[in-house]
C-alpha cells in the first residue's frame, strides 16, 4: 500500500519565480496538510485542504497557495519566491481523526 | 495559541542507555492530541506515538513508553535499550481536534538524538 508521494523530491529556483509541489496522498485518505520545514526547525504548518476546500490555515503570506483536486492529491504554489522560502516541504494525508502519515518531503532551494 | 517546547536540543547516549525526551505543551483546547514523530535523514516523519488529552495512561509498546501528565502539560518519551538505529530527530506535535477531524499540527523544534555503539 503506497503512503504519501512527493514531487519532485529536489528543486532549485530562482528568486521570484514561482514553483508547484505535488502530492498524492496514501490510499483512503481524504485530508491533506502541507508543512514547511526550515533548516533546525520544527515544521509549520501552512494549510489543510479537506473536500477541495481550504479548511484551515497557518501563519503564510498569500503568495502560498493550494489546490485539492477531486482525486485528494494535492499541490502547493509558492509565487514570488523568496530566499526565505528554502525549505523541506512536507505532505501529510489523513482520514477524519486517524493520524497524518506524512511524504518524504520536498527540498526547495532558492537561489 | 498553542506551543509546543523542546529544551533538549541535543542528546547523545551510548547504545543500551535509557533515554528519555521531554515536551512541555500549552493549550487552550480541552480536546487535544499529543503526539511523537521520528525523523530521520531520509526526512520523512514517522508516528511513533497519539495520546489524547482524556486518557492519561501510561503505556509501553516495545522499547517506547510515554508519560503524560496534563497537571504540568508534559508528555515525555523514553525509549529503552537504545539502539543505533534510533539516532534521529524526534518532534513533539500537539493537535486540536474538532468535529472528528485532526486539526493542525503544532511541533516542538525537535531533539536530534545520537546513539553511539
Known amino acids: 500500500d503506497a503512503g504519501v508521494t512527493q514531487s519532485p523530491t529536489h528543486l532549485i529556483k530562482t528568486r521570484g519565480q514561482q514553483v508547484t509541489l505535488r502530492c498524492s496522498p496514501k490510499?483512503?485518505?481524504?485530508?491533506v496538510s502541507w508543512y514547511q520545514q526550515a533548516l533546525g526547525q520544527g515544521p509549520q504548518f501552512i494549510f489543510q485542504?479537506?473536500?477541495?476546500?481550504?479548511?484551515q490555515r497557518g501563519n503564510f503570506p498569500d503568495r502560498f497557495s493550494g489546490h485539492q483536486f477531486p482525486n485528494y492529491s494535492s499541490e502547493l504554489n509558492v509565487n514570488a519566491l523568496l530566499l526565505g522560502d528554502s525549505a523541506l516541504y512536507l505532505c501529510?494525508?489523513?482520514?477524519?481523526?486517524?493520524?497524518?502519515?506524512f511524504g518524504s518531503g520536498t527540498r526547495l532551494t532558492v537561489v | 495559541a498553542q506551543k509546543v517546547t523542546q529544551a533538549q536540543t541535543e542528546i547523545s547516549v551510548v547504545e543500551k542507555e535509557d533515554v528519555t525526551l521531554d515536551c512541555v505543551y500549552e493549550?487552550?483546547?480541552?480536546?487535544?492530541?499529543l503526539f511523537w514523530y521520528k525523523q530521520p535523514p531520509s526526512g520523512e516523519l514517522v508516528f511513533l506515538i497519539r495520546?489524547?488529552?482524556?486518557?492519561?495512561q501510561n503505556e509501553i509498546s516495545g522499547r517506547y513508553s510515554w508519560n503524560f501528565q496534563k497537571s504540568t502539560s508534559s508528555f515525555n518519551f523514553t525509549i529503552t535499550a537504545s539502539q543505533v538505529v534510533d539516532s534521529a530527530v524526534y518532534f513533539c506535535?500537539?493537535?486540536?481536534?474538532?468535529?472528528?477531524?485532526?486539526?493542525?499540527?503544532?511541533f516542538g523544534k525537535g531533539t536530534l538524538l545520537t546513539v553511539n555503539p
Open positions: 485542504y479537506y473536500e477541495e476546500e481550504e479548511r
Open positions: 490510499s483512503g485518505h481524504d485530508t
Open positions: 506535535a500537539l493537535s486540536e481536534r474538532k468535529g472528528g477531524s485532526n486539526y493542525k499540527l503544532t
Open positions: 495520546r489524547n488529552s482524556f486518557d492519561e
Open positions: 493549550t487552550r483546547d480541552t480536546t487535544y492530541y
Open positions: 501529510a494525508s489523513s482520514l477524519g481523526a486517524y493520524s497524518n502519515t
